[in-house]
């Protein structure tokens, strides 16, 4: 049948005959269309990794100790206000202006251990043991001023954090060295 209908009419008639029937001429063939079918997805709220005071003051906890090592071996004092206020700042401000007199940096290295003791809204304790083998390095040149360590020594950290504007930042330290 369809080859004696290509024969009469030819292919490009065929052609917009069987568009048609498949309604791709774009007519539509009753008055009120039915509208396209449509799926609705009840929205779903997407997981979020909300953390604990005790994960945010551990995290800024760490991040402290990447800044105040960056600016050690740097001598670049522009970030530490972002990670510490107070005394402890005081501190690490007075610190760096008497390696830079001394033309003198200072390589850390070390392995935390924090614990988070205490945490509020406003205020946290960390504790955090951890072994030093930090040393002097020359602050142009970068190598080490004198011998490395060659054993680590422990240090004890009491650290008071504070919650400024939502930024935990270190408010002071007590530290206490073992042998």
Do not use: F
């Not at 008055?31 to 800024?60: D, G, K, R, Y």
């Not at 960056?70 to 390696?99: I, K, Q, W």
């Not at 002097?136 to 954090?161: F, H, N, W, Y």
């Amino acid at each position: 049948m369809y080859t004696t209908l290509l024969r009469r009419l030819g292919l490009p008639v065929v052609l917009m005959v069987l568009l048609a029937a498949c309604n791709g001429g774009g007519e539509t063939r009753d008055a009120s269309p039915t509208p396209p079918a449509t799926q609705t997805v009840a929205p779903t709220a997407a997981p979020t990794a909300t953390l604990s005071v005790e994960e945010e003051v551990s995290q800024a906890y760490l991040h402290y100790w990447e800044v105040y090592s960056e600016a050690l071996y740097n001598l670049d004092t522009s970030h530490l206000s972002d990670v510490m206020t107070g005394p402890r700042l005081e501190r690490a401000l007075t610190e760096m202006s008497d390696l830079r007199a001394q033309n003198r940096a200072v390589k850390i290295v070390v392995e935390n251990d924090p614990v988070v003791v205490q945490a509020g809204s406003d205020q946290a304790v960390v504790l955090d043991t951890y072994r030093n083998q930090s040393y002097l390095i020359d602050a142009a040149t970068k190598q080490p001023v004198g011998q490395t360590p060659e054993t680590a020594q422990t240090i004890s950290d009491r650290v008071t954090m504070t919650n400024l504007g939502g930024t935990w930042k270190v408010l002071d330290t007590v530290r206490e060295v073992s042998p």
